[in-house]
């Protein structure tokens, strides 16, 4: 796709005006990111849809030095499958001692590698009783986002196939679009205990401290233009209320346009979307989701909140994930089975959310911003607001409530 394109791309409907110049405010062309030869073309197309707003510039709350690698390093490298196989087994034998031997018989190895396997457990944070003489038994269910523990949650799901879990990652959005683009199949679903390089939209990071949060980044191969592709980021919103609201109907959270989870005027969650698109065809979008689940505190200053801080109690990574990754299932493959799907989706984020009509707001871009109303939605999921100019389209930019 060339600049020119990207100007001649489709406009908002005739009497708004955009408050970005063009379309080229939100879309990245980055030459400098890999080109993939998909249909010849070498120039890749990469749109983030995303907001981070308060969790804004920020000092990550890593020490530097774990943040520099964004490349695959080697802490970088997939969880080792056996430990994933042996918490399977001790949760299938929760209440009883499981010898040594039997383990080492199921992950075709040793008693001496499964001590040391063990161990690794341990330093992850999962409570396993016993020793080499008399066996191990799991102390606790380990809320560890494990694709032994997740896959028996999502059968039936586009999700259920391909998950890929990370003790410690850069950023498993970076990892997703590069899987993506060595041709990982749609469904491919990118789940890390920890991000050293979380991102969020722009420059931004997103805290991803170990086990407190959902870090995961689904691949989806939608056929749609990519300026349709704003409303499959509303619904990645959609399936996170309807998650949390799955597993504490008492949470009711709200959706701010276009990216956010807000529980009482807080974030409590981030999407980002990334994609790579020639001009009239999407190749791969990477849904990135970041869900504040058992944090303690927040710096004041980030105006965020957790599932924990909300309720008062610890929730169930696992059981949320799982939700997450069914809903977002079932809103996807609605979105492309059935063409009533796209107004049914904006219809619904609407309906869910208290910003996106009448709400009096500042849109901060870089510019001179703009302030107004919110009244509602285009036909492609931009905020129309309504302005003393009258009503403009909002293609990006950072909605604050006035
Ligand atoms: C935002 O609000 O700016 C978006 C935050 C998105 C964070 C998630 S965590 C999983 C995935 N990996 C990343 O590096 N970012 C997204």
């Known amino acids: 796709m060339l600049p020119s394109d990207v100007a001649r791309a489709p406009r908002p409907r005739l009497g708004a ?7 080229s405010a939100a879309i990245d062309i980055s030459p ?5 030869a998909a ?9 983030r849809f995303a907001h981070n707003l308060r969790i804004s510039k920020t000092g990550p709350i890593r020490p530097r030095k774990a943040q520099r690698s964004a490349t695959a390093a080697p802490h970088e490298q997939p969880t080792d499958r056996r430990l994933g196989r042996i918490v399977r087994l001790l949760m299938e034998h929760a209440t009883v001692i499981v010898s040594g031997t039997k383990i080492a018989e199921e992950i075709s190895s040793n008693r001496s590698e499964v001590w040391r396997l063990i161990q690794q457990l341990r330093g992850l944070g999962v409570d396993v009783a016993g020793h080499p003489a008399t066996g191990y038994q799991l102390r606790a269910v380990p809320d560890l986002l494990l694709p032994e523990i997740l896959r028996p949650l999502l059968r039936g799901t586009t999700f259920e196939a391909n998950l890929r879990h990370f003790y410690r990652i850069g950023s498993t959005n970076t990892a997703a679009m590069a899987a993506a683009a060595e041709a990982a199949p749609e469904g491919s679903v990118f789940l890390a205990e920890e991000q050293t390089t979380g991102r969020g939209r722009g420059s931004n990071s997103w805290q991803s401290p170990r086990s407190s949060g959902i870090y995961c980044s689904a691949i989806l191969r939608p056929s749609l233009p990519p300026f349709d592709a704003l409303v499959l980021s509303l619904a990645a919103g959609l399936a996170v209320q309807a998650a949390i ?3 504490d109907s008492r949470v009711n959270p709200d959706l701010k346009w276009p990216n956010d989870v807000l529980i009482e005027g807080k974030k409590v969650c981030g999407i980002l979307t990334e994609m790579n698109a020639e001009a009239t065809r999407v190749r791969y979008v990477v849904v990135g989701i970041g869900i504040n689940v058992n944090q303690a505190s927040f710096p004041k200053e980030l105006s965020a909140t957790s599932l924990r801080l909300v309720t008062g109690s610890e929730w169930s990574r696992v059981e949320l994930a799982a939700a997450l990754l069914k809903s977002l299932d079932r809103e996807y493959r609605e979105l492309i089975e059935n063409p009533e799907a796209r107004v049914s989706i904006l219809r619904r984020f609407a309906a869910n959310s208290s910003w996106v009509t009448g709400k009096e707001v500042r849109i901060e871009e870089p510019g001179p911003g703009l302030e107004g109303v919110t009244a509602g939605l285009d036909e492609r999921g931009f905020l129309l607001l309504r302005t003393a100019r009258g009503t403009q389209t909002v ?4 909605v604050r409530e006035k």
Not at 32 to 36: L, R, S, Y
Not at 395 to 398: A, I, P, Q
């Open 245 to 247: 609201r799955q597993v």
């Open 17 to 23: 005006v955009c408050v970005a110049q063009s379309f």
């Open 39 to 47: 249909g010849g073309r070498r120039v890749v197309l990469s749109v």
């Open 32 to 36: 400098k990111k890999p080109a993939f």
């Open 395 to 398: 293609l990006s930019g950072t």
